[in-house]
């Protein structure tokens, strides 16, 4: 078993930046990739970027160049910089489990960009 939490939501303006942080805890040995996921209402949840254990990283076009993500032993964190009002959505810390294959969520964490 694998227990996340989330950390660092907010409401911020439009050109600003927030940092999310995730901590997972438990069999965290078996990570295969760590990332974070985006749910807006009426919306589908969608990637935003995850890295792997072999350190690659994937990001979804609309937050490439604004977004980082980084990880440190058992602990992602989401670097947003120049927020726009479309990243409004609760974002989720998503953990993959090498074998068995499994997908661990955290509980959401709500991020609102004014404009």
């Known amino acids: 078993q694998v227990q996340l939490v989330e950390s660092g939501g907010g409401l911020v303006q439009a050109g600003g930046s927030l940092r999310l942080s995730c901590a997972a805890s438990?069999?965290?040995?078996?990570?295969?990739?760590m990332g974070w996921y985006r749910q807006a209402p009426g919306k589908q949840r969608e990637l935003v970027a995850e890295v792997w254990s072999t350190g690659s990283t994937r990001y979804t076009d609309s937050v490439t160049g604004r977004f980082t993500i980084s990880r440190d032993k058992d602990t992602v964190y989401l670097q947003m910089n120049s927020l726009k009002p479309e990243d409004t959505a609760v974002y989720y810390c998503?953990?993959?489990?090498?074998?068995?294959?499994?997908?661990?969520w955290g509980q959401g964490t709500q991020v609102t960009v004014s404009s």
């Open positions: 998503n953990f993959k489990q090498e074998w068995p294959s499994r997908d661990y």
């Open positions: 438990g069999s965290t040995f078996r990570l295969n990739a």
